[in-house]
Every structure is written in C-alpha cells, then in structure tokens.
C-alpha cells in the first residue's frame, strides 16, 4: 500500500483548525475531526445526519492517545482488550466522564480503535492524538471507498479529502463490548 504523506501534512492543519476532513481507514472512507474540539463534532455530525445520541468511533495510532477518553483499564479488560491492538478491532471501553456526549452518544462507554492502517496511524501521529472516526457517507446512504465517492456525497462541505487507499476489510470494523466481549455490531 501506498502511504500518500503529502495527504497527511495537509490534512492535520484541518484537524488542528477544527475543521472535517475524509481519509481512508481499514474498510471504507472515514469522515473525522479532532474528538476536543465540539465544533468539529457538530459539523461532522450535521455532515453525516447522524443524531449525536449514537456516538462516535474515535481511532489512534497507539494505545496512550486514546488514554485521555477512557477510564483506566483494569486486568480483565487489559488481557481481553490490548492482543487485538493495533488492529481492526473496535472495543466499548468505560468513557473519561469530562468527555462530552457529542463523541459518546447516550453511553456510558466509548468506541476506540488503535488502527493497524498505515495512513490512519501516521495521521493520528502528525496530528498528536486521537480523531473521530465514522464513515463517510449520510445515515441510510452506502459509504464511500474512494476520495472520489466522497467528493461526489459532501461536495465542498467536506474540508479536506485526503487521496489514499483503503485497506483489505470489506466491512467496517467488529465493535465489541470489553465489559462482557460481547458483539454489538459485526
């Protein structure tokens, strides 16, 4: 796989800035925002027409950048958790309570990822931390695998699509519930 870095030098100004920009991840193209900033999470949330009450993913290139949003992991949750990252799965994880419902929706736990894709973890180590991840396409409409599908959906809403390949998953990622391992979506 291509790493298209020019992509990423330009995309994290746009992530600092507050702004929504479109990347691709393991499955699909993402749509993602810096978690902190809660402006940036409405826009992507009107972007998407997604209802805040459902949630967010948020992805990291290490387990330390995910630290700030999630309670401190116990054993159980560590053994069951940790040998699956990086990779392509998704865990709910008990949220930091200074985290706002705009990124956690009406839960009392998070969506986190320590993603194994090459783009989606040099983006998150330009950028110095998490960002939201969910994909780029509005609620009941198919998400988009290219920059091009992107393009076609947001038009210029979208402040910046970064060109680059998506990974070999052919759906979006398994979240699972660490508290119990079980599967909330497949």
């Known amino acids: ?66 630290s700030p949003f999630i309670l401190p992991l116990d054993e159980t949750l560590q053994q069951r958790v940790m040998p699956t990252w990086p990779g392509f799965a998704t865990w709910l994880l008990p949220v930091n309570s200074t985290i706002s419902p705009l990124v956690h929706g009406e839960h009392e736990t998070i969506a986190v990822r320590v993603s194994d894709h090459p783009f989606v973890r040099q983006l998150c180590l330009a950028f110095g931390g998490a960002i939201v991840s969910t994909s780029a396409n509005r609620m009941g409409s198919p998400p988009a695998y290219n920059a091009q599908a992107v393009r076609n959906e947001f038009g210029e809403r979208v402040d910046y699509v970064c060109e680059g390949e998506v990974g070999g998953h052919s759906k979006p990622s398994v979240i699972r519930d660490a508290r119990t391992g079980g599967i909330v979506r497949s």
């Open 1 to 66: 796989m291509l790493l298209n870095l020019d992509a990423i030098t330009q995309a994290v100004p746009h992530l600092r800035a507050g702004r929504v920009i479109a990347y691709p991840t393991e499955a699909v193209y993402g749509l993602g925002c810096d978690p902190c900033n809660l402006a940036a999470v409405e826009k992507l949330l009107r972007l998407k027409t997604r209802p805040a009450s459902k949630g967010l993913i948020l992805i990291a290139a290490t387990f330390d950048q995910l």
